[in-house]
């Protein structure tokens, strides 16, 4: 059973940096998505960015483009979000998510019931 343990969020002044880690664990098969997520107050859940295992890109919501990388260390099972230029309007709750399977050469940013593995949230509040 994939289990995805999300850590890093907290508080932080607008324009600051912050990094999320998703640590991975019971991951038996090649191919999959993998990204972030993120729940801000009074809102849908909204797709951050991704990885796909057989994708060299990377894709972000318009939003966090240019602020956000999403990198992964696969010696350690590690998925990392560095955002920096934090906004108050990136406020939410960051999930970590992973999807069995690859929808390479399309986009891994899918509605969030494509992905079927959810780890717990971690707060990110930005103040103004």
């Known amino acids: 059973e994939v289990q995805l343990q999300a850590s890093g969020g907290g508080l932080v002044q607008a324009g600051g940096s912050l990094r999320l880690s998703c640590a991975v664990s019971?991951?038996?098969?090649?191919?999959?998505?993998i990204g972030w997520y993120r729940r801000a107050p009074g809102k849908d859940r909204e797709a951050v960015s991704c990885?796909?295992?057989?994708?060299?890109?990377?894709y972000y919501a318009e939003s966090v483009k240019g602020r956000f990388t999403v990198f992964s260390d696969n010696a350690k099972n590690m998925l990392h979000l560095q955002m920096t230029s934090l906004k108050p309007e990136d406020t939410a709750v960051y999930y970590c998510?992973?999807?069995?399977?690859?929808?390479?050469?399309?986009?891994?940013?899918?509605?969030?019931?494509?992905?079927?593995?959810w780890g717990r949230g971690t707060q990110v509040t930005v103040s103004s």
């Open positions: 998510v992973l999807a069995r399977g690859s929808w390479y050469p399309d986009t891994c940013m899918r509605p969030p019931y494509q992905y079927g593995n």
């Open positions: 019971g991951l038996t098969f090649d191919d999959y998505a």
């Open positions: 990885i796909d295992s057989n994708d060299s890109r990377t």
